[in-house]
T-cell receptor
Framework: QKEVEQNSGPLSVPEGAIASLNCTYSDRGSQSFFWYRQYSGKSPELIMFIYSNGDKEDGRFTAQLNKASQYVSLLIRDSQPSDSATYLCAVNVMRFGAGTRLTVKP | DAGVIQSPRHEVTEMGQEVTLRCKPISGHDYLFWYRQTMMRGLELLIYFNNNVPIDDSGMPEDRFSAKMPNASFSTLKIQPSEPRDSAVYFC?????????????FGSGTQLSVL
């Protein structure tokens, strides 16, 4: 079992829809969780972090954490074509998921 | 600040040659990380430093890989001898803190191709 698992996608949503990205992790003692966005040929950039159970909102982005289920998600509301990228889930800085490729179609 | 600076951006070399990748972290950041990214394995942490001291090198794949941080503004990742399976994008990243809400700042990466 991989330590951080994500659906590789691709996930395709129409412009204006909600994109839902999911991530599970194996280390129950993990404390901090991150979502990075990576455009093709570019480096990852942090968009959200969360370390308490529940929801955390930042603009169109909402991160959700459920430590009991070892589950982290990222919701992108009102998706835009500029959101098309690969989204990497990370547990601490040590473990990254393989990423989910998101395509937002105009 | 110019951000994390990596060089070279692209490196093409032949199997058996020595490869040196360079990184300049953001000034004031105490933590420096080296990652490798491939399609097959995703983004993997190779090693990280705190205040120029290597803390965890358990991700370094084998003895052919070595990393140094002689001062707070410079780090190198060396592969000797290089092999085709080392072909990947190598990222350097730095951060102020290490804990619950550290934010990694990544460099632009070095695309390494070993022929």
């Amino acid at each position: 079992q991989k330590e951080v698992e994500q659906n590789s996608g691709p996930l395709s949503v129409p412009e204006g829809a909600i994109a839902s990205l999911n991530c599970t992790y194996s280390d129950r003692g993990s404390q901090s969780f991150f979502w990075y966005r990576q455009y093709s040929g570019k480096s990852p950039e942090l968009i959200m972090f969360i370390y308490s159970n529940g929801d955390k909102e930042d603009g169109r982005f909402t991160a959700q954490l459920n430590k009991a289920s070892q589950y982290v998600s990222l919701l992108i509301r009102d998706s835009q074509p500029s959101d098309s990228a690969t989204y990497l889930c990370a547990v601490n800085v040590m473990r990254f998921g393989a990423g989910t490729r998101l395509t937002v179609k105009p | 600040d110019a951000g994390v600076i990596q060089s070279p951006r692209h490196e093409v070399t032949e199997m058996g040659q020595e490869v040196t990748l360079r990184c300049k972290p953001i000034s004031g950041h105490d933590y420096l990380f080296w990652y490798r990214q491939t399609m097959m394995r995703g983004l993997e942490l190779l090693i990280y430093f705190n205040n120029n001291v290597p803390i965890d090198d358990s991700g370094m794949p084998e003895d052919r890989f070595s990393a140094k941080m002689p001062n707070a503004s410079f780090s190198t990742l060396k592969i000797q001898p290089s092999e085709p399976r080392d072909s990947a994008v190598y990222f350097c990243a730095s951060s102020l803190t290490f804990g619950a809400n550290e934010k990694l700042f990544f460099g632009s990466g070095t695309q390494l191709s070993v022929l």
